[in-house]
């Protein structure tokens, strides 16, 4: 689904279906650290001409969105290399 504005993208977010309040509210953290992300990537490509690739993008998303979630989450155990290898167990998905 590609929303047509921003309004409904924070929508489709918000109402993750199957999901727990908690696992709910972990996965708009880490949409916000998406999102943060872009931002910055933005204003550095705008003021300062720097340019990150997309693994370097992605790789900061998921060490910003550990801190993140390792200091709102008391039951987040996850270590950081488990945590950039695969996010999926702590939302119950398993492959």
Avoid at 26 to 47: D, P
């Amino acid at each position: 689904m590609f929303p047509k504005n921003v309004s409904d993208h924070l929508y489709q977010f918000d109402t993750f279906s199957g999901f727990f309040n908690n696992k709910r509210s972990s996965l708009n953290l880490i949409w916000l650290s998406c999102v943060w992300v872009i931002w910055l990537e933005r204003n550095a490509q705008i003021f300062h001409q720097k340019e990150a690739s997309f693994n370097q993008l992605l790789d900061t998303v998921k060490l910003q969105s550990y801190w993140w979630l390792k200091a709102n989450r008391l039951g987040f155990v996850f270590s950081y290399h488990s945590w950039w290898l695969n996010p999926l167990p702590y939302f119950g998905i398993f492959m």
